[in-house]
């Protein structure tokens, strides 16, 4: 069995007591970072803070005793470490580099407890390019060192001043290169300018003809509002004007049909039957007009009270359930417990049995159900029925005035009963939501809170 060769971390050591040693220990600590792999710009600053350093413990301390170390065994990249060992204590055991940038040109600089020795220590990454540092490569690092004779401060005041000289070329051509970036800069800048300010007047531009805009809206939203309230008016005064004499026809019609006055033929029961018939229709146009007008103008003011669903949907069940067409049953569920929510109990009634008459009216077989449900606080009323159905497409456009399924050919209708439903469950602060399908049937929903709007 081969037992494993300890690592010796050791690259160099060497001594600084004199002015000259400073010179000596920048110039090996250049050589070490290169031989360990540290590239050009990293040496020079580690031999620079290394020199900065030595001059100051030479100062205050003496001198110091330094070591160069290669660091393997932590987290994250090995790293190049130089002890430097006062020959005195520090004042205060701390160490402050009379050059604030000194700091800056390593990866750490600070002052550790060795063994019980105060320590000046700095370190600095190796970069991952850099070659393996075996032990088998340690060894040849530090046997080249060791062969390596240091030059004389000549010759290193000579290298620093290349080094000067090269980092002063390197200065020159990035002001020089920053020189042009701040031409192209001050260049774009004047562009950027040149178009703020153009957008800028095309924004004023655009301005001026959104409040002209806007003024022309709102001019067209005033004779939008006056002929609403004109169309309102003719309609309330033309519906006034024909309910007395619609009324009168109904009432004669009666009065020729009654039995105590003088018979009349077959033909003349028909006739009169359908002139009762067209104006029971025409009265029926005229009394939803009155409502659509009422609701349009806002003076439809809902009676909030308490309203029992029972005696609405068992009065709803005795007055329509005489419309129902043989073959179609109407079905009206009693509401669940309590039953009750705040709401105008006779507009809640109109729209109810508007939706009932409108499903007993396009369902030729099958049921039209009224049903009631709570859900988080709002009440569901459902009016579903096994008629023709409704296209999605034509899901809003029923709740306009006048319109009508195409192809529906069922009489009677107008076209007012669902729009004034809409806008009566509005009132009444719900919504009211349709799910059909041609073939399917129709199912209208007032969603409604339970206590009011």
Known sequence: MTTPVPVDPLLLRMTLRIEHDIFLVRQRGREVAAAVGLEHQDQVRLATALSEVARDLLGVAGGADVTFVAVLHQPGPPSLRVD??????????????????????VDMLGVVDRRGDTVVRMSRRVPPSASALTPERLAELRAQL????????????????????AALDEVRSQRDELAVLNEELQETNRGVLALYNQLTEELEETNRGVVALYAELDEKSAQLRS?????????????????????A?????????????????????????????????????????????????????PDWAEVDLRAVFGQLRGTLRALAKPGVELVVEEPPAPGTLRSDEVLLAQVLRNLLHN??????????????????????????????????EQHERIFEEFYQVPGSSRPGGTGLGL???????????????????????????????????
Do not use: C, M
């Open 84 to 105: 430097l060992a006062p020959l005195r204590p520090l004042p205060d055991g701390r160490y402050e580099p009379r050059s604030g940038a000194v700091a800056r040109l």
């Open 146 to 165: 060791g062969r390596t004779a240091p030059g004389s401060a000549l010759d290193e005041l000579a290298l620093q001043n290349q080094q000067l000289v």
């Open 227 to 247: 002929a609403s309230e004109a169309k309102s008016r003719f309609l309330a005064n033309v519906s006034h004007e024909l309910r007395a004499p619609v009324t």
């Open 249 to 301: 026809i109904i009432g004669l019609t009666r009065l020729l049909a009654d039995s105590a006055s003088d018979p009349l033929t077959a033909e003349q029961t028909r006739q009169v039957g359908l002139v009762r018939s067209s104006a029971t229709d025409l009265l029926s146009l005229v009394n939803e007009l009155l409502d659509l007008t009422k609701a349009e103008s806002g003076r439809l003011e």
């Open 359 to 392: 499903g007993l009216k396009f369902t030729e077989r099958g049921e039209v159900r009224l049903r009631a449900e709570v859900r988080e606080g709002w009440w569901r009323l459902s009016v579903s029925d096994t008629g023709i159905g409704i296209d999605p």
């Open 419 to 453: 729009p004034y439903a809409r806008r009566v469950v509005r009132l009444l602060g719900g919504t009211l939501e349709l799910d059909s399908e041609p073939g399917r049937g129709s199912t209208f929903r007032a969603i409604l809170p339970t206590g009011g709007a």
